[in-house]
């Protein structure tokens, strides 16, 4: 079965990320894109991960999980090859309502990492809902080379007047001609 395609709002949803190597980082530069509420926890933390915690204000625990170090959180993503801690983590999660993401482990997984886009307030995620990462990367580097050069600024310009004007039907028609204008300007260019 597919997976829902949803946008989660981050604020005040505290993170925590089990797993200190390669793929704890991979996931950390993604989360770091929407949240800094993120603690990191693994009995071995790389030197890339304490730089990027260093640079962003992120919190480490050095020690191995122990049921109930996820107490307090909103959402744990577990990086780590041990299938067991894995299995055993999404099931404390799951009893506790908090969402998991078991890496490479889509049985464990409340919720998948999509490839993504983001540029400004722009958010593009390409997903197969597990079938292959691969053709997910591959599709959002092509999608990624026809997103115009400009969107953010665009999208903020965009932001600015949708708060200046009222609503209705006449500001819904003035939006679509804009965003056609400026669409057909970048298929001329």
């Known amino acids: 079965m597919s997976y829902f395609?949803?946008?989660l709002k981050m604020d005040n949803k505290k993170i925590l990320v089990v797993g200190g190597g390669k793929i704890a980082f991979e996931k950390?530069?993604?989360?770091?894109?929407?949240?800094?509420d993120i603690?990191?926890?693994?009995?071995?933390i790389s030197k890339e991960i304490k730089e990027l915690s260093n640079d962003n204000g992120l919190k480490i625990i050095v020690k191995k999980y122990r049921q109930n170090d996820i107490d307090g959180y909103d959402i744990a993503i577990v990086a780590v090859d041990d299938i067991n801690l894995q299995k055993d983590i999404y099931n404390e999660a799951k009893s506790k309502h908090i969402l998991c993401n078991s890496v490479d482990s889509i049985k464990y997984c409340d919720f998948i990492f999509p490839s993504y886009i983001k540029k400004g307030d722009l958010v593009v995620s390409v997903s197969t809902s597990g079938a292959s990462p691969a053709v997910a990367k591959y599709l959002r580097r092509y999608i990624q080379n026809h997103?115009?050069?400009?969107?953010?600024?665009?999208?903020?310009?965009?932001?600015?007047?949708?708060?200046?004007?009222?609503?209705?039907?006449?500001?819904?028609?003035?939006?679509?001609?804009?965003?056609?204008r400026f669409f057909n300007r970048q298929t001329k260019s």
């Not at 950390?28 to 800094?36: A, I, N, Q, W």
């Not at 603690?39 to 071995?44: E, F, R, S």
């Open 5 to 7: 395609p949803a946008y």
């Open 28 to 36: 950390l530069s993604h989360l770091l894109d929407f949240t800094k």
């Open 39 to 44: 603690t990191i926890l693994a009995d071995k």
């Open 147 to 180: 997103i115009p050069k400009d969107i953010d600024k665009f999208l903020e310009d965009m932001k600015n007047l949708r708060d200046k004007m009222p609503k209705g039907k006449a500001r819904m028609k003035f939006f679509d001609e804009k965003v056609k």
